[in-house]
C-alpha cells in the first residue's frame, strides 16, 4: 500500500490530491495526504481562518460567505478559446468537470481607463498627439490610426507618433514587437523562444547585438535601451504593473506583458475564486469515501525538512505554534509533492542543511544544480487593500474623475496611478443574497513590487513597536487582516486625490468604510505574491529539471519527490501554471493519463531544449 503526501494544501496541492483520486492512481486502502501550514477553511463551514487556498483568497465582508467579498489573492482566469488555442486549458477543464460552469461570470477590464500620473488626471483614450501624457519620452511607437483621404473617407494606416502620443502599453508592445519578430502566439512557439530567441537582424541598440540570446537579457535593461528613462518610467507608472517592467527574463516578458493590456476579457466565478477550491476539496473528500481511500488534510503543519536515507524519502514535520522546530519522530512517504512556492522551499533545504549529519542521509534540496535552480525566479512581493462602503461613492455623477466601470458589462475598472495605491478595481456589490442589505467593495490597492514596503510600515498601529521579528509574521496564512487606523486614512487620501483631484481636497470626502482590510503577500511563507523567470537561465530546462529535485541532484533512482507549482511555470502568477507543473508530473512520472484536451499544442510545460551556453 503506498502512502501519497502532498506538502501545501494551495492550488497545486489540492489539485493533486484530486487528480490522484478522480484518475484511480491512489486505490483502496492507501493513504493521500495534505499537510498545510495554513488552517483554510475548506469546507466552508468556519472551521478554518480564511478560504483557500494558497495566493487563492476570497475575502468576503465580515468573513460572511453570503455577503459580498473581494478577491484579495488571484481573481481571474482566462477562458479556453479551443478555436483559437488561447486561454488556460486546464482551468477551463476542472471547472467543467467539477460542474462549475454555471457559475462562470465575466471579469473583464475597460479598454479606456482612467490614468492620474504625474498629478495629472486623464482617461487613455484622451492620450493623442495633441494632448501627451506627461512624460518626455523620445521615442516613437508605431500605432494603427484613421487617416483622413480627401473629403470623402477614413482609412486605417500605421503611423508612426512619439512615444507618449499614445497609451504606456503601445511603448511595451513595441518594444516587445521588436524583440519578438518571429510568430511566438501558442505554446510551442512560445517555448521555441524561451529557448533559443536572439535579437533579429537590423535590432537597433548601444548596449545590445543582433543575434544576442534574449533570455539572457533583462528586461528592464532592453527597455531603458529602447525607451529611455522617460520611456521606460511612463511604461511602469502607467501600465498599472510595475512587475511587468522589471530586470526579469525578457524573452519571457516580451510574450507575457501582452496579456495584461487594457480591454483583457478575463472570467472569474459568480462566488469567488476560492470556491473553485473548496469545490476540489469536496471532490476529493467525495472521492477517497467512495474508492476506500485514506484521504486526509493535516492543518496547522508544515514540512520542517526532507532527505533521502537508503533509498527512503524522510522527512520532519513541525507545527504552526513552533514552525522551526521538529515535532516528533522521522516520517516516510513513498511520494512526497512539494507544492509549495520557491520561498517555502528554501526554508526547508535550510532546515534540513542543519539537521545532524548522518552518513546516508541525501540533502539533494541544497545540492549545487537544485539550489541553483531555486534561484531562477525572482520573487515579487504584491500588496492588496480591501474596503467595504454602505454606497457606491465612486458611481456618483457628481465625482470630478469617474471610473471606466460597466456594471452590465462586468467591467470593474482598473484605475492606474503612479500613487502607491497603482491600481483599484470596483467590484460593487456581489453578495450572494441580494435581498440583504447592500454593502459595496473594492479593492482599493492592487500594487505589486514598487510600493509594497509602502503599506508594510503602516500594517502595524503607530502606538506599537515590534516584540516579535517582522520575519515571523505569516498574515496571508490566517487570511485578510483588519487594516491599521494609518492605513485606512492613507488609503482614502490617495483615492480622494485619484478620484477628486489633487488641489487640498479633504480626503473625508471618501466615506468612512464599514470594514478595510489588507493582504500582503511578502510575508512568509509566500515570500511573493507571484513569480517572474530571471534572465540567464534556459527556461525550457527548469521546468523541466526542477520538477524532480532528487535527479536534478544526481541521484540514482526512480523519481518520487516532485516539486510543483505556478513559480516554475509557463503561466507564472495564474492557477493555469499550478495545475500545469502538477498535471506534468503526474502524466510524465505516475503515468496518469491527462485531462488536457489538446496536449499537442498546448505543452504543459515547456520541453527541454538545448541552448547556447
Not at 49 to 62: F, N, Q, S, W
Not at 545 to 550: F, G, M, Q, V
Request: proline letters at 5%; one cysteine or more; hydrophobic letters at 35%.
Amino acid at each position: 500500500m503506498k502512502k501519497y503526501t502532498i506538502f501545501g494544501g494551495g492550488p497545486s496541492g489540492l489539485y493533486t490530491a484530486w487528480r490522484l483520486l478522480d484518475s484511480g492512481k491512489v486505490t483502496k486502502g492507501e493513504q493521500l495526504e495534505i499537510v498545510e501550514w495554513g488552517d483554510y477553511d475548506y469546507a466552508q463551514n468556519g472551521e478554518g481562518t480564511r478560504l483557500p487556498a494558497g495566493r487563492i483568497c476570497t475575502h468576503h465582508y465580515k468573513n460572511d460567505s453570503t455577503q459580498s467579498y473581494i478577491e484579495v489573492g488571484g481573481m481571474r482566469f482566462i477562458e479556453w478559446d479551443d478555436k483559437n488555442k488561447e486561454g488556460h486549458q486546464l482551468v477551463t477543464t476542472t471547472i467543467r468537470k467539477l460542474g462549475l460552469d454555471c457559475q462562470k461570470a465575466p471579469f473583464n477590464t475597460t479598454d479606456d481607463p482612467l490614468l492620474f500620473v504625474r498629478g495629472q488626471h486623464m482617461y487613455q483614450s484622451e492620450i493623442n498627439f495633441y494632448n501627451r501624457a506627461p512624460y518626455d519620452t523620445n521615442t516613437c511607437v508605431d500605432i494603427k490610426a484613421d487617416v483622413k483621404v480627401g473629403n470623402q473617407f477614413n482609412v486605417v494606416e500605421t503611423v508612426s507618433v512619439p512615444a507618449n502620443a499614445a497609451p504606456a502599453d503601445d511603448l511595451i508592445g513595441s518594444v516587445s514587437n521588436s524583440i519578438v519578430t518571429k510568430k511566438a502566439t501558442n505554446r510551442v512557439q512560445q517555448c521555441e523562444f524561451y529557448a533559443s530567441g536572439e535579437l533579429p537582424d537590423g535590432f537597433e541598440s548601444y548596449v545590445y547585438k543582433p543575434g544576442d540570446l534574449v533570455s539572457n537579457i533583462g528586461y528592464w535593461n532592453i527597455l531603458y535601451d529602447q525607451a529611455y528613462n522617460e520611456g521606460y518610467q511612463y511604461a511602469a507608472d502607467a501600465n498599472g504593473y510595475s512587475s511587468n517592467v522589471i530586470n526579469w527574463n525578457a524573452a519571457d516578458a516580451a510574450v507575457y506583458n501582452g496579456e495584461f493590456a487594457p480591454g483583457g476579457k478575463f472570467k472569474t466565478l459568480k462566488t469567488g475564486m476560492s470556491s473553485l477550491f473548496v469545490r476540489l476539496y469536496k471532490m476529493c473528500s467525495a472521492l477517497a469515501e467512495s474508492k476506500g481511500v485514506d484521504f486526509k488534510i493535516t492543518k496547522s503543519t508544515r514540512l520542517h525538512s526532507i532527505w533521502n536515507t537508503s533509498g527512503k524519502t524522510q522527512y520532519y514535520t513541525a507545527t504552526a505554534c513552533q514552525p522551526d522546530v521538529p515535532d516528533g519522530d522521522v516520517k516516510e512517504t513513498d511520494y512526497a509533492f512539494l507544492a509549495m512556492p520557491p520561498h517555502a522551499i528554501k526554508a526547508v533545504a535550510a532546515a534540513t542543511r542543519y539537521l545532524p549529519e548522518e552518513c546516508d542521509r541525501v540533502n539533494f534540496l541544497n545540492q549545487t544544480n537544485v539550489a541553483n535552480y531555486l534561484e531562477s525566479v525572482i520573487e515579487q512581493p504584491s500588496f492588496k487593500a480591501a474596503m467595504f462602503f454602505d454606497k457606491p461613492w465612486w458611481e456618483d455623477n457628481a465625482l470630478p474623475f469617474k471610473p471606466k466601470i460597466n456594471t452590465q458589462t462586468q467591467t470593474y475598472g482598473p484605475t492606474i496611478t503612479d500613487l502607491p495605491i497603482r491600481q483599484v478595481y470596483y467590484f460593487g456589490n456581489n453578495a450572494a443574497d441580494q435581498s440583504a442589505k447592500p454593502v459595496y467593495g473594492i479593492l482599493a490597492s492592487y500594487d505589486d513590487m514598487r510600493f509594497t514596503n509602502f503599506w508594510r510600515e503602516l500594517e502595524w498601529s503607530i502606538d506599537k513597536q515590534h516584540t516579535v521579528a517582522p520575519s515571523t509574521d505569516i498574515q496571508p496564512l490566517i487570511g485578510a487582516k483588519k487594516a491599521t487606523n494609518a492605513m485606512q486614512k492613507m488609503l482614502r487620501l490617495q483615492l480622494a486625490r485619484l478620484h477628486y483631484g489633487n488641489d487640498h481636497v479633504d480626503p473625508k470626502v471618501i466615506p468612512k468604510p464599514l470594514e478595510t482590510t489588507f493582504m500582503d503577500w511578502g510575508h512568509n511563507p509566500f515570500g511573493a505574491g507571484y513569480h517572474a523567470w530571471a534572465s540567464h537561465y534556459n527556461i525550457c530546462n527548469v521546468m523541466q529539471d526542477i520538477r524532480t529535485p532528487e535527479l536534478l541532484a544526481g541521484m540514482d533512482k526512480s523519481p518520487n519527490v516532485f516539486i510543483i507549482g505556478s513559480a516554475f511555470s509557463n503561466d507564472q502568477a495564474w492557477i493555469e501554471g499550478a495545475f500545469c507543473t502538477a498535471e506534468s508530473v503526474l502524466v510524465d512520472f505516475l503515468n496518469v493519463e491527462t485531462i488536457a484536451t489538446d496536449p499537442q499544442d498546448y505543452p504543459l510545460i515547456c520541453g527541454t531544449c538545448d541552448i547556447r551556453m
